[in-house]
């Protein structure tokens, strides 16, 4: 590439603050201008929030202009709209040959195969998503800003060994039920459980079950000490426990069934989450991320509205408002209401189902701070669901900003364990009355 190259890049810094804070943008700053000049460096955000306003003393040290989007309607999606603005105007009236597009929003497909029919050169950043699957094959480059060296690895921390007792018979005790609520519990779950559905099963109830206090950092570093015990990865990353062929658990002696830990630490574990994995492993499972703003307008317009059928809600919603509120908004809305159960019907059932029509629905009669924590318990519900199939542990930090409603950790922690006891109801019901022949929930 020539070096006469005229470079303007245009970073969405609210999708992605974690890649910003791992000082992703450097690398990315130090390779992209050895192709040309960078004339143009634009960041976009709220700045005001609290997650962004650590993020601008790097952004200025690398020369960025940094664009404040207020949003004059709560859950505007202005700086989606800003960005694209400034770009067009950068291509259409000035002569840029190639134009950096670093964000992880899908709603940025269109505006980049609008540069690729005006025959620019494009650069694009983000995280392997929807976006990033659509895109890549036009950008002349692609950079994913989740695999080294444009992401930090965490550095690996050592694997605690076990505590040492004060009190011998104490610990072997606390060992004793341990191992007795591995063994019931991998019973109980059909000999061969995921790792984080057993940890489920020994914690419920009364158990007090932490690995902590016997001196293990992670639930799995506990397992793979118990000897005769077998920890495996699946092809799609989730792990499972099972006992070795042909080996018969004894827990009557505890200390000799634990092996005394090796002095080398384990193969490091899979990086940890981030906030936008929770957001990428959601919308997979087409989960809809909306403002609280939007949300609690919403329930507001539904609660002087008659009943309307479910596909008509969002049109009555956004007719109401004035168009205040963008319609598709308003869809996500009332698509996150259905998900939590939080509409009813106002029509008899049987003779809606005759004629297969949709039915009337209103918004149940709840406070707008308890709509918003049911459609926490379902976003928490459906993450813990779709986690099972990775490799990552649920970390409230990641997932606290993704919250609509305001949480106490001790509020949290209540909720997490009524969500994960439900689940785990859900996955041994089956094996513990098969003939029941009760029907679903």
Not at 144 to 167: C, E, G, H, M
């Amino acid at each position: 590439m020539s070096s006469e190259n005229r470079i303007a890049i245009f970073v969405d810094t609210e999708n992605l603050t974690g890649w910003v804070k791992q000082h992703g943008i450097v690398r990315l700053i130090e390779e992209i201008g050895q192709t040309g000049h960078l004339f143009v460096r634009k960041a976009y955000g709220c700045w005001e929030q609290g997650n962004l306003q650590v993020q601008q003393q790097v952004l200025n040290r690398c020369g960025f202009e940094l664009v404040h989007t207020f949003h004059p309607v709560g859950g505007k999606n202005s700086a989606d709209i800003r960005i694209t603005i400034d770009v067009m105007e950068t291509v259409l009236c000035h002569d840029f040959e190639t134009i950096v597009l670093a964000t992880g929003d899908s709603d940025f497909s269109p505006l980049f195969r609008r540069l690729n029919q005006l025959g620019k050169h494009i650069i694009g950043a983000g995280p392997h998503s929807p976006l990033s699957d659509s895109v890549a094959s036009i950008c002349q480059k692609y950079i994913y800003t989740d695999v080294p060296p444009y992401a930090t690895p965490k550095p690996a921390k050592p694997v605690k060994p076990l505590r040492q007792p004060t009190n011998g018979t104490s610990s072997n005790s606390e060992m004793v039920r341990a191992l007795k609520l591995v063994t019931r519990g991998i019973e109980a779950l059909g000999g061969k459980p995921s790792c984080s559905a057993l940890k489920n099963w020994m914690s419920k109830g009364q158990s007090g079950f932490n690995e902590k206090k016997l001196g293990y950092k992670r639930f799995n570093d506990f397992l793979r000490d118990i000897d005769g015990l077998s920890v495996t990865e699946s092809e799609n990353g989730t792990w499972f426990a099972s006992w070795k062929k042909g080996y018969a658990p004894a827990i009557s002696a505890a200390p000799a069934a634990v092996a005394t830990p090796a002095p080398a630490p384990h193969p490091p574990e899979k990086p940890e989450a981030t906030t936008e994995d929770y957001q990428r492993i959601l919308r997979k499972k087409s989960w809809c991320f909306v403002s609280p703003q939007v949300i609690e307008t919403c329930a507001e317009c539904m609660r002087t509205l008659p009943p309307y059928q479910r596909s008509l809600i969002a049109d009555a919603i956004w007719e109401q408002t004035e168009a205040k509120l963008e319609r598709t908004e308003a869809q996500k809305a009332v698509e996150l209401f259905t998900k939590a159960n939080l509409l009813q019907s106002h029509d008899n059932t049987a003779e809606v189902a005759a004629v297969n029509i949709e039915f009337s629905c209103t918004l149940k009669p709840y406070s707008n701070e308890e709509i918003l924590r049911r459609i926490d318990r379902c976003m928490l519900m459906r993450l813990l669901t779709a986690l099972e199939a990775t490799s990552y542990e649920f970390n409230f930090e990641c997932f606290e900003p993704l919250l609509h409603s305001v949480w106490n950790r001790e509020n949290f922690d209540s909720l997490y364990e009524d969500v994960a006891t439900e689940l785990l109801d859900v996955c041994v019901a089956p094996t513990e009355d098969a003939s029941a022949g009760n029907p679903a929930a």
